[in-house]
């Protein structure tokens, strides 16, 4: 639990520290690779320590995954220049990548699957705290002292989070079970980590002809890895375990995309202040937990029935911020049609992990939590992209309502669609 929090406290204050720390360092023009770094680390770790945790158990991901962290904070906390910082951030992704799948497969180990949910309903709420402070503290601690405390302000407690894991670790029973043999997985891994950076980066410039065609190489890299990293079917949402991996992605990027587009809406069609369009975010991390915590008490319901019921909310969610991109529109109604929209994310993302431990042994409950996390980044990705160039083609950031209408509408359509492929379709997975 600590170790999530102190990642989600990494995620949303480098975002707020990222225009002082490149000022500072003279890296301008290096803006986005920061966030890229930490991307394309996280891709290679992600896959790695599935990979890894099948053969060996989550045990030495959990003791390496934390060290690469830390030393990611100091070496960036430290950096004079934008390479060192880059460095670190690149650090702090493997870090990242290489602990959350080991503690998917550490939860598998050690928890029968009716406590399954409860744990992965704190999980959730490990990212309550991160959201409602988190920016507003690296902000502080960037206006007040210096950004470098944002990264090794955190050193400290996940040192604190590595040696209370310790003795849990060493107390773990061994790794059961031989994993597959799964040919060209490392450089599948370097494929979609590639992949993913060259649809972020589209994503980030939509407007460039040469950076729109650098999503495209990025996507015709992206696809064939995925036949290495995804179970077989996923993408064809073949029932069971395929249609629930394939299910993650297109929640996670149903709803990022349209949550990346609520702020602009709001102070571009609204006239919110920054600090005003931000809070229907902070309702939604508010609604997210809650429906966690709340199913994490429900362990009868069939985790199938809540996957379908997330996603039907966050499609009401999405559907509804659609109103409020003409000027006419009642935004004062965002705050709480978001907390909908993260009221079905809370119901549908837990429910999904979930079900993807139910369908995995000890030999393959890596490289399926890898995979995972692999759609949710890559539905992120794609779904946002496509808003960016939507907004550059049809639209401004000054203006951009001709795009945010069908564009809502459409990830609205796409949760509908989640909604449809789930549900007995899901049933497979505890099935199998």
Not at 32 to 38: E, G, N, Q, S, T
Not at 365 to 378: E, P
Request: proline share 7%; hydrophobic share 55%; with cysteine.
């Amino acid at each position: 639990m600590l170790l999530v929090t102190l990642l989600a406290f990494e995620a949303m204050g480098v975002s707020t520290a990222m225009p002082r720390m490149v000022a500072e360092l003279d890296g301008a023009d290096l803006y986005a690779w920061p966030f890229l770094a930490f991307l394309a680390a996280s891709v290679v770790a992600t896959v790695l320590s599935g990979r890894f945790s099948d053969r060996r158990g989550p045990r030495p991901s959990l003791l390496v995954g934390p060290a690469l962290f830390v030393a990611g904070l100091l070496v960036a906390g430290v950096a004079g220049d934008m390479p060192v910082l880059l460095l670190g951030r690149f650090l702090q992704g493997l870090g990242a990548g290489t602990q959350i799948v080991a503690v998917y497969v550490l939860i598998g180990l050690v928890y029968p699957e009716r406590d399954r949910p409860a744990v992965f309903g704190l999980l959730s709420a490990a990212w309550v705290v991160p959201s409602l402070v988190g920016p507003a503290l690296a902000g502080w601690l960037t206006e007040q002292l210096s950004w470098r405390w944002v990264f090794l302000g955190l050193a400290p407690f996940v040192l604190a989070g590595f040696l209370l894991l310790v003795p849990v670790l060493r107390a773990l029973p061994p790794q059961r079970g031989e994993a597959p043999a799964r040919p060209g997985l490392p450089l599948a891994a370097l494929g979609a980590s590639a992949g993913v950076v060259g649809l972020s980066w589209a994503a980030q410039h939509p407007t460039g002809a040469l950076d729109l065609a650098l999503g495209l190489a990025g996507l015709v890299v992206l696809v064939p890895s995925l036949r290495v990293l995804l179970p077989k079917g996923t993408l064809t949402a073949r029932r069971g375990l395929p249609v629930t991996i394939l299910a993650r992605g297109l929640l996670a990027g149903s709803f990022f995309a349209a949550e990346a587009f609520i702020p602009l809406t709001l102070t571009s069609v609204h006239g919110y202040s920054a600090l005003a369009a931000g809070i229907p975010l902070t309702l939604s991390a508010l609604g997210w937990s809650g429906a966690a915590m709340w199913q994490s008490r429900k362990p009868d319901i069939p985790r199938e029935k809540l996957v379908r019921w997330g996603f039907l909310l966050n499609a009401a969610g999405i559907a509804g911020v659609t109103l409020i991109a003409p000027a006419w529109g009642p935004a004062w109604a965002t705050p709480a049609l978001w907390a909908l929209a993260g009221a079905g994310m809370g119901l549908a993302m837990s429910s999904l992990s979930v079900l993807t431990l139910a369908a995995s042994t000890d030999a393959d409950r890596g490289f399926n939590s890898s995979a995972l996390q692999i759609s949710d980044m890559l539905g992120s990705a794609l779904l946002v992209g496509l808003g960016g160039v939507l907004v550059s083609a049809l639209a401004s950031a000054q203006a951009p309502t001709a795009a945010v209408i069908p564009f809502d509408l459409l990830m609205a359509a796409v949760s509908v669609v989640g909604a449809a492929l789930t549900g007995p379709r899901c049933r497979a997975t505890l099935e199998h």
